[in-house]
C-alpha cells in the first residue's frame, strides 16, 4: 500500500468548494492564497453591528428603488486561489439574477468586514490589497467592533486610508447614491 501522497500545493476555489461542502455548515471558511482559513465564530456585537449595517442599508435600497442590493455571506472571488468572505457586500441588481446559486462574484461595489482582533492584520492589509483587484469595487470599510472606528479605502483616492471615530460622521458612498452614518453602524452597541 504504501505511505499517501500528501498534497502540499495551493488550493484552488473549485477544490475550496469541494473541501467546505464536506464541513458543517455553521463553519465559516475563507480562501487566502490557496490557504483554506476557519474564522472564529462571531461575537455578539460583531453580529449586531452586521445587522445594523445590513437594516441600514436594506432601508436606503428600498426606499431609493435602489439598482443595487446588500447581502451578507458571499465569497469575493479575487483569484483562482483567493476567496476571501467578506461580512457583507453591495452588488448590482443585474448582477444578482445571475448570481442566485452561485457562491462567490468579482463584481461586488462595496465590501465590508467587521474587524476583530485576530482577523485586523488581515482585514486592513491583505483584503485591502486583494479587494482592490477588483475592478467593480468603490470602496472597502473595515469596521471595528471595540470602538466608533472604521477605516475606509476607496478607489478615488488610490484605496488610501480614511479613518471615522465620531458618531457625527458619515461615509458617502456616490457610486450607489447613500452615505452611511456611523450612529446607525454602532446603534445600540454599548458603543454609541
Given amino acids: 500500500m504504501g505511505v499517501p501522497k500528501i498534497d502540499t500545493g495551493p488550493m484552488m476555489v473549485d477544490e475550496f468548494y469541494l473541501f467546505t461542502d464536506r464541513r458543517p455548515d455553521e463553519e465559516k ?43 451578507p455571506g458571499i465569497g469575493a472571488l479575487v483569484s483562482d486561489k483567493s476567496r476571501p468572505e467578506p461580512d457583507a457586500m453591495i452588488l448590482p441588481n443585474d448582477r444578482i439574477r445571475l448570481f442566485q446559486g452561485g457562491r462567490d462574484t468579482d463584481e461586488a461595489i462595496v465590501l465590508f468586514e467587521i474587524m476583530s482582533p485576530s482577523t485586523a492584520n488581515r482585514d486592513l492589509q491583505w483584503k485591502r490589497v486583494a479587494y482592490a483587484s477588483l475592478a467593480s469595487l468603490t470602496h472597502y470599510v473595515v469596521i471595528a467592533q471595540d470602538a466608533v472606528d472604521v477605516v475606509v479605502f476607496a478607489r478615488d483616492s488610490g484605496f488610501s486610508e480614511q479613518r471615522y471615530r465620531s458618531l457625527a460622521d458619515e461615509i458617502a458612498f456616490p457610486a450607489i447614491g447613500v452615505s452611511l452614518p456611523l450612529a446607525e453602524i454602532y446603534l445600540n452597541t454599548g458603543l454609541e
Avoid: F, M, Y
Fill in 29 to 71: 471558511w475563507e480562501l487566502i492564497d490557496g490557504e483554506p482559513i476557519l474564522n472564529a465564530s462571531p461575537s455578539p456585537i460583531h453580529q449586531w453591528i452586521l445587522k445594523n449595517l445590513i437594516i441600514s442599508l436594506g432601508l436606503k435600497e428600498r426606499s431609493a428603488a435602489a439598482n443595487w442590493t446588500v447581502i
